[in-house]
């Protein structure tokens, strides 16, 4: 292991774990299986009056909090006993969100909260469907909108006399709290059964750490710590959830004179996915290309 610390007056030990050799190269046909063609949408391409828009993270759509139907208010003879999605509105964010994630791609880009008004009529059937605010995908509105329209039947709304009568709504994607994020991809050729670009380096000199000072303020510093790998070395990334023997970690040894902060930034940032290993077989966060910790 190489490296080269520039820290006056302490003493630094980094634990990196076990690198094990292998590249992240991924093979042509897996390449071909992702290489679907992503919708993409820019805000600034928008006339300036409409930038200012509360633009969606489209991950937003994986949490069940982003899914809103509200009665209209606007109404002027509101029914006595509102309409009801059969199962409750568990089940009915469920059929929703087994409508539409399918749609939101990777890549698509911040959107803008879509709004769909529709009516649930005195049968229980969806009319009506009209869409009022853009998510800022054509492709995507579209996919709302079917997603209303193929809306299993309702109970109807009843006035006061208990019959039944129509009632309008409004459907919303909101910015909501991101409780569920969107589920880890899951590798089709493990990180361990890829091909080396370079097994003599991969065993014999996996990588380097380099280690550094920026000063922040008076007693303050960021520790900069780059990890330069070799060969196709990889390791577990420190945002890992679970427990690796390889699971990068930094220590300091002198503790009466620094204090390691308990945050840090990980660039570029790794990714979970699910390695289906034996050795792992489970989410993991692998880093196969140079990293810096601060």
């Known amino acids: 292991m190489k490296g080269r610390t520039i820290i ?13 050799g292998y590249v992240a190269t991924v093979p042509e046909r897996c390449v071909a299986q ?11 391409s928008l006339p300036k009056a409409d930038r200012q828009a509360p633009w969606l993270d489209p991950s937003v759509f994986y949490s069940d909090k982003a899914y809103v139907v509200l009665a209209r208010t606007s109404a002027e003879h509101p ?27 990777e890549g698509i880009g911040w959107l803008k909260p879509p709004t769909i008004n529709f009516t649930v009529n005195e049968k229980g059937a969806i ?5 009022t605010g853009t998510c800022g995908s054509a492709a995507l509105d579209e996919r709302l909108v079917a997603a209303i329209k193929n809306m299993p039947h309702w109970t109807p709304a009843k006035d006061e006399k208990g019959n039944a009568t129509s009632q309008e709504f409004e459907f919303h994607v909101v910015q909501a709290a991101c409780d569920q994020k969107p589920p880890p991809a899951t590798l089709g050729v493990s990180m361990y ?3 080396l670009s370079d097994s003599a380096a991969a065993m014999e000199h996996p990588y380097d750490l380099e280690f550094s000072l920026e000063k922040i303020e ?16 990889f390791y577990v990334s420190p945002n890992s959830t679970r427990d690796f ?7 300091i040894a002198d503790r009466d004179h620094v204090l390691l902060g308990d945050r840090f930034k990980e660039i570029p940032r790794s990714k979970e996915v699910i390695d289906l290993h034996p050795f792992v077989n489970g989410p993991v966060d692998w880093v196969n290309e140079d990293t810096r910790y601060e």
């Open 8 to 20: 006056a007056g302490t003493t630094v030990l980094l634990l990196a774990g076990a690198i094990l």
């Open 218 to 233: 008076e007693n303050r510093y960021t520790l900069i710590t780059s990890m330069k790998l070799h060969g196709g070395s």
């Open 34 to 44: 992702s290489a679907a063609p992503l919708s993409t949408f820019d805000p600034l």
């Open 79 to 105: 029914p006595a006993k509102e309409a009801a999605f059969v199962g409750g509105s568990d089940a009915m964010v469920s059929y929703l969100k087994a409508n539409i994630l399918e749609h939101v791609k």
């Open 127 to 131: 009319a009506d469907v009209e869409m």
């Open 245 to 251: 023997k390889g699971k990068f970690h930094l220590e």
């Open 193 to 195: 059964d890829m091909p």
